[in-house]
């Protein structure tokens, strides 16, 4: 079929369920998808991302050449106002017609309002769209007491998210169990103290009756039926959803709760199809992920008369996104005959319900293990002989076994057959490429380890092929080494020139940067237009474009003498505010990009390099100098690691701590290196985090003196230097590799050797201050905008190093 | 491109002051303009990122886009749209006359 005659489909609504309408028709129709918000289609199963750090761009579904590549024409913040279905046009807001053969209706749902008195008070929120997220987020800075209305999927993720940033949060629930659509009272009640040990405190069977709110309008308290109060000052409304159906109404389409639309999910006028949340099928509307892909995948075939196209429902699926919760659910809950295992101490719940000899339901909770196959099982009816045989085997069961069509991500609606068929006709060879080309694991991410094992099977149990640098250039960081050493390329831009791949998308320039100088040893062509701001001007960059300025501090020790001309600086510069990090240093906030050089010269202190993907900071404890407890000088070995290290850039941030007994009161076991001294000696711990990731670190060995564990740590920094992938912590790195190829890299004495080699050499090379800068600036407006100069130096105050 | 009368260009500083592939910014009537400096030629934008205000001129410049410092939007610095979003950018005419920069009002 030519272009000229193809079918013409506009998809209404950006939502995941439009957005899965196009990756089904892509390339059999001319499509056109009109988006009502300003932004292309994202990921809205997690939403809760949003509120705890994730932009909109990590969430969002598929680039925009992607829709370029598929012929889609794309038109955002175009909220359709006006349907025709029989002269075939829709009119946007703005007044833009859009003709079609065919349209579909993917207008999703709004939020749930219940009719509670004082809904409409200032502080309730919805869950519903990014707006939402922003409001909550920035409601959250300064609430003493939130509340969620709802112990469903959504209320319990939107819970989760307040109760990660340190919001303390309650879950107020009408029925007496969570989750009561899809658990069976047995996992409900294992379920909430689970919730409870987030720090989330859950009150069931407590119906809301009013939003009391302060004289300002502001909520205050909620009242329940029983007449006691829950006192907050934020609450969010997560109770469902409620079809949007007022285009459809309009266009004088049938509407019940939802656009109604028959077996194959067409409206009442045969021209408009209706998919997703916004549809109503045999009376029921569906509120999660899993069956809109059914639906889209029947809607197009509908479209393109592909014949078989008949839908008779889904078998809804849930799984809760909550981190240390695993829970999966397929089916029915109840009913029939069904067979329990449940491990009282661990908490975990595994359920197979079963209706007539086939599978009709699984709860699994704290146990996911063959969740694919037991929803496989559900989803397919599939007869059931032995269910306690099938509960059971399916836990031992490995991705070879899953049927084709088992839904791997329920995100994404992927089978394993997709998955399968991607690998073997365009040659993955990493998990990153195949989640990058099926979108399985691009969700939650939780099915990642399974489109792991299937690539492993598909390799032969050959190892992934390394992820690419930047995918832009479809080259790895070896391969890109490789050219550098080869052609003994000096600087990124040689690099890209060279390595052929003809773009230079900006994303990767760091990376290719850190690349030339690791493998040059620091004797490369600095190129200040592929770094950073923060390496270009040598300080942070905050949220309202100023600068922090964290001057070095050896182990966190400081003089008299650095706090007085610290404190003179922050006078004379005003500076808006003076921080005691983390990291036992001196942070100066909300400083201009002009007033830097002069800073740094009154401070006549180094740089503390707290701005760069480097060494950061060696934190210690008082150890024997002081404290009644050391056995180990802590401060002194805290000093000389850093000055050993410092002025070193990394693939990612390397922060350390020295800690003079294993009460580690500098929280050495949660560092990228911590050393932590112990009766006879010293241990070395690496992979160790306390930021998003909460891991402790892994025991790398014990050794004897002080100087054989900074040795140590100095041959792993330098290990990790040139094997981790760029922007890859050491927690991911020890974890990826495993510890066990760690040690055999860096306690093999030659291959120690000569990793301290290429250490001494990239450290002879390093700037021990990238502050100096200020006496030689790389270009005249270095430190200065158009029509703006830097503040000028004053002398340096007697007495400070240089 | 339209012609423009003579006159309608405000000169705003020294080109050797934007380095290459990097960007600095300038105030015009109206509000800041990032300038930069591409491999053959120059380009110019609104300064503030229409996402949180992130000055535009520190970012990254590569396949004649630039990224955000605070949250990596990146935009096309011909056309002034937000790449992967609805986002749109203003953007100015520039020019290099005897070594200095000028900008179209």
Same mark, same amino acid.
């Given at each position: 079929?030519?272009?000229?005659?193809?079918?013409?489909?506009?998809?209404?609504?950006?939502?995941?369920?439009?957005?899965?309408?196009?990756?089904?028709?892509?390339?059999?129709?001319?499509?056109?998808?009109?988006?009502?918000?300003?932004?292309?289609?994202?990921?809205?199963?997690?939403?809760?991302?949003?509120?705890?750090?994730?932009?909109?761009?990590?969430?969002?579904?598929?680039?925009?050449?992607?829709?370029?590549?598929?012929?889609?024409?794309?038109?955002?913040?175009?909220?359709?106002?006006?349907?025709?279905?029989?002269?075939?046009?829709?009119?946007?807001?703005?007044?833009?017609?859009?003709?079609?053969?065919?349209?579909?209706?993917?207008?999703?749902?709004?939020?749930?309002?219940?009719?509670?008195?004082?809904?409409?008070?200032?502080?309730?929120?919805?869950?519903?769209?990014?707006?939402?997220?922003?409001?909550?987020?920035?409601?959250?800075?300064?609430?003493?007491?939130?509340?969620?209305?709802?112990?469903?999927?959504?209320?319990?993720?939107?819970?989760?998210?307040?109760?990660?940033?340190?919001?303390?949060?309650?879950?107020?629930?009408?029925?007496?169990?969570?989750?009561?659509?899809?658990?069976?009272?047995?996992?409900?009640?294992?379920?909430?103290?689970?919730?409870?040990?987030?720090?989330?405190?859950?009150?069931?069977?407590?119906?809301?009756?009013?939003?009391?709110?302060?004289?300002?309008?502001?909520?205050?308290?909620?009242?329940?039926?029983?007449?006691?109060?829950?006192?907050?000052?934020?609450?969010?409304?997560?109770?469902?959803?409620?079809?949007?159906?007022?285009?459809?109404?309009?266009?004088?389409?049938?509407?019940?709760?939802?656009?109604?639309?028959?077996?194959?999910?067409?409206?009442?006028?045969?021209?408009?199809?209706?998919?997703?949340?916004?549809?109503?099928?045999?009376?029921?509307?569906?509120?999660?992920?899993?069956?809109?892909?059914?639906?889209?995948?029947?809607?197009?075939?509908?479209?393109?008369?592909?014949?078989?196209?008949?839908?008779?429902?889904?078998?809804?699926?849930?799984?809760?996104?909550?981190?240390?919760?695993?829970?999966?659910?397929?089916?029915?809950?109840?009913?029939?005959?069904?067979?329990?295992?449940?491990?009282?101490?661990?908490?975990?719940?595994?359920?197979?319900?079963?209706?007539?000899?086939?599978?009709?339901?699984?709860?699994?909770?704290?146990?996911?293990?063959?969740?694919?196959?037991?929803?496989?099982?559900?989803?397919?009816?599939?007869?059931?002989?032995?269910?306690?045989?099938?509960?059971?085997?399916?836990?031992?069961?490995?991705?070879?076994?899953?049927?084709?069509?088992?839904?791997?991500?329920?995100?994404?609606?992927?089978?394993?057959?997709?998955?399968?068929?991607?690998? +073997? =006709?365009?040659? $993955?060879? *990493?998990?990153?490429?195949?989640? #990058?080309?099926?979108? &399985? @694991?691009?969700? /939650? !991410?939780? %099915?990642?380890?399974?489109?792991?094992?299937?690539?492993?099977?598909?390799?032969?149990?050959?190892?992934?092929?390394?992820?690419?640098?930047?995918?832009?250039?479809?080259?790895?960081?070896?391969?890109?080494?490789?050219?550098? +050493? =080869?052609?003994? $390329?000096? *600087?990124?831009?040689?690099?890209? #020139?060279?390595?052929? &791949? @003809?773009?230079? /998308? !900006?994303? %990767?320039?760091?990376?290719?940067?850190?690349?030339?100088?690791?493998?040059?040893?620091?004797?490369?062509?600095?190129?200040?237009?592929?770094?950073?701001?923060?390496?270009?001007?040598?300080?942070?960059?905050?949220?309202?474009?100023?600068?922090?300025?964290?001057?070095?501090?050896?182990?966190?020790?400081?003089?008299?003498?650095?706090?007085?001309?610290?404190?003179?600086?922050?006078?004379?510069?005003?500076?808006?505010?003076?921080?005691?990090?983390?990291?036992?240093?001196?942070?100066?906030?909300?400083?201009?990009?002009?007033?830097?050089?002069?800073?740094?010269?009154?401070?006549?202190?180094?740089?503390?390099?707290?701005?760069?993907?480097?060494?950061?900071?060696?934190?210690?404890?008082?150890?024997?100098?002081?404290?009644?407890?050391?056995?180990?000088?802590?401060?002194?070995?805290?000093?000389?690691?850093?000055?050993?290290?410092?002025?070193?850039?990394?693939?990612?941030?390397?922060?350390?701590?020295?800690?003079?007994?294993?009460?580690?009161?500098?929280?050495?076991?949660?560092?990228?290196?911590?050393?932590?001294?112990?009766?006879?000696?010293?241990?070395?711990?690496?992979?160790?985090?306390?930021?998003?990731?909460?891991?402790?670190?892994?025991?790398?060995?014990?050794?004897?003196?002080?100087?054989?564990?900074?040795?140590?740590?100095?041959?792993?920094?330098?290990?990790?230097?040139?094997?981790?992938?760029?922007?890859?912590?050491?927690?991911?790195?020890?974890?990826?590799?495993?510890?066990?190829?760690?040690?055999?890299?860096?306690?093999?004495?030659?291959?120690?050797?000569?990793?301290?080699?290429?250490?001494?050499?990239?450290?002879?090379?390093?700037?021990?201050?990238?502050?100096?800068?200020?006496?030689?600036?790389?270009?005249?407006?270095?430190?200065?905008?158009?029509?703006?100069?830097?503040?000028?130096?004053?002398?340096?105050?007697?007495?400070?190093?240089? | 491109?339209?012609?423009?009368?003579?006159?309608?260009?405000?000169?705003?500083?020294?080109?050797?002051?934007?380095?290459?592939?990097?960007?600095?910014?300038?105030?015009?009537?109206?509000?800041?303009?990032?300038?930069?400096?591409?491999?053959?030629?120059?380009?110019?934008?609104?300064?503030?990122?229409?996402?949180?205000?992130?000055?535009?001129?520190?970012?990254?410049?590569?396949?004649?886009?630039?990224?955000?410092?605070?949250?990596?939007?990146?935009?096309?610095?011909?056309?002034?749209?937000?790449?992967?979003?609805?986002?749109?950018?203003?953007?100015?005419?520039?020019?290099?006359?005897?070594?200095?920069?000028?900008?179209?009002?």
């Amino acid at each position: 079929m030519s272009r000229d005659e193809r079918l013409e489909v506009l998809v209404i609504g950006g939502g995941i369920a439009g957005q899965s309408v196009c990756e089904e028709l892509a390339g059999t129709a001319t499509i056109a998808l009109a988006c009502a918000e300003p932004h292309l289609p994202y990921d809205r199963v997690n939403l809760g991302k949003l509120l705890t750090g994730a932009t909109l761009g990590e969430l969002q579904l598929r680039p925009g050449s992607w829709y370029a590549d598929h012929d889609i024409d794309v038109h955002v913040d175009a909220p359709i106002a006006a349907l025709d279905p029989a002269a075939g046009v829709a009119t946007t807001a703005a007044g833009l017609e859009l003709s079609f053969d065919r349209a579909v209706l993917c207008t999703g749902s709004d939020a749930l309002v219940p009719p509670i008195a004082g809904i409409d008070a200032m502080g309730v929120e919805v869950f519903r769209g990014p707006a939402d997220c922003e409001r909550i987020a920035s409601a959250a800075t300064g609430c003493t007491h939130a509340a969620v209305i709802g112990g469903g999927l959504l209320g319990l993720e939107a819970a989760y998210a307040l109760a990660t940033l340190g919001v303390a949060v309650s879950v107020v629930h009408l029925m007496d169990r969570l989750m009561e659509r899809q658990l069976d009272a047995p996992a409900a009640e294992l379920l909430a103290p689970a919730i409870a040990q987030l720090g989330v405190d859950v009150r069931l069977a407590h119906a809301t009756e009013e939003v009391l709110h302060d004289a300002g309008g502001h909520v205050r308290a909620l009242r329940f039926a029983d007449g006691t109060q829950l006192d907050c000052d934020l609450v969010v409304v997560a109770v469902g959803i409620r079809p949007q159906v007022a285009l459809a109404r309009e266009a004088g389409l049938e509407v019940n709760r939802g656009i109604v639309v028959d077996d194959a999910l067409t409206t009442s006028h045969p021209r408009v199809l209706a998919v997703g949340e916004c549809a109503e099928h045999r009376g029921v509307v569906h509120g999660i992920v899993a069956p809109i892909h059914d639906q889209a995948a029947i809607a197009a075939r509908v479209l393109r008369g592909d014949g078989d196209g008949v839908y008779t429902g889904s078998v809804p699926t849930a799984k809760l996104k909550v981190m240390g919760i695993d829970l999966v659910t397929a089916g029915d809950a109840e009913g029939g005959h069904a067979v329990v295992v449940r491990d009282e101490p661990s908490g975990a719940y595994r359920k197979l319900v079963v209706r007539d000899g086939r599978a009709a339901g699984a709860v699994l909770l704290g146990d996911i293990r063959g969740a694919e196959l037991l929803l496989d099982a559900v989803r397919t009816a599939a007869p059931v002989d032995d269910a306690l045989d099938l509960l059971s085997s399916a836990s031992e069961a490995t991705a070879a076994e899953l049927p084709d069509a088992a839904q791997v991500c329920n995100c994404n609606g992927v089978c394993k057959g997709e998955i399968v068929d991607a690998i +073997r =006709e365009q040659q $993955l060879g *990493s998990t990153q490429e195949v989640v #990058a080309v099926t979108r &399985a @694991g691009a969700g /939650c !991410g939780s %099915c990642r380890p399974v489109v792991s094992e299937l690539l492993a099977i598909e390799r032969g149990g050959a190892a992934e092929e390394a992820t690419y640098l930047c995918p832009c250039r479809k080259q790895t960081r070896e391969q890109l080494a490789a050219c550098v +050493r =080869e052609h003994d $390329l000096e *600087s990124v831009s040689d690099l890209s #020139a060279a390595c052929g &791949a @003809g773009r230079d /998308c !900006g994303a %990767c320039k760091p990376g290719l940067a850190y690349l030339v100088s690791e493998v040059r040893g620091n004797r490369h062509r600095e190129e200040r237009h592929a770094r950073f701001i923060n390496d270009r001007v040598h300080a942070n960059i905050q949220n309202d474009g100023s600068f922090s300025v964290v001057p070095r501090m050896r182990g966190g020790v400081t003089s008299a003498d650095e706090l007085r001309r610290i404190a003179d600086v922050v006078d004379r510069y005003e500076i808006p505010m003076v921080k005691v990090t983390g990291g036992q240093r001196i942070d100066l906030l909300g400083v201009r990009k002009e007033q830097l050089p002069a800073i740094w010269e009154e401070l006549g202190m180094p740089s503390g390099h707290a701005y760069a993907k480097a060494v950061r900071t060696v934190k210690t404890c008082v150890g024997t100098d002081f404290c009644r407890f050391g056995l180990g000088d802590s401060i002194r070995l805290g000093i000389d690691l850093e000055t050993a290290m410092e002025g070193l850039y990394t693939p990612h941030k390397v922060k350390s701590a020295v800690s003079g007994c294993p009460r580690n009161c500098a929280e050495a076991y949660v560092k990228d290196i911590g050393l932590v001294a112990v009766e006879g000696g010293w241990e070395v711990y690496v992979g160790g985090a306390a930021g998003g990731t909460v891991r402790k670190g892994d025991l790398l060995a014990k050794v004897d003196t002080p100087d054989d564990a900074k040795r140590l740590a100095l041959v792993f920094l330098q290990h990790y230097r040139e094997h981790a992938e760029y922007h890859e912590r050491s927690y991911g790195y020890v974890e990826r590799v495993g510890i066990d190829a760690i040690r055999a890299s860096v306690l093999d004495p030659e291959n120690a050797a000569a990793l301290l080699e290429r250490y001494r050499i990239a450290r002879a090379a390093t700037d021990p201050d990238p502050w100096r800068e200020r006496h030689d600036p790389v270009s005249p407006k270095q430190f200065a905008e158009l029509d703006s100069e830097p503040e000028p130096l004053v002398g340096p105050p007697a007495g400070a190093a240089t | 491109m339209t012609a423009l009368a003579e006159g309608t260009w405000v000169d705003v500083g020294a080109a050797r002051d934007v380095p290459l592939m990097e960007g600095r910014s300038v105030r015009l009537a109206g509000g800041r303009v990032a300038i930069f400096r591409l491999p053959d030629g120059w380009a110019a934008v609104e300064h503030a990122c229409p996402h949180k205000g992130g000055p535009l001129s520190d970012g990254i410049v590569g396949d004649r886009c630039v990224t955000c410092p605070l949250h990596n939007w990146r935009f096309d610095l011909d056309t002034g749209e937000q790449i992967g979003g609805g986002a749109q950018l203003r953007t100015f005419q520039v020019r290099e006359r005897e070594g200095r920069l000028e900008l179209a009002t």
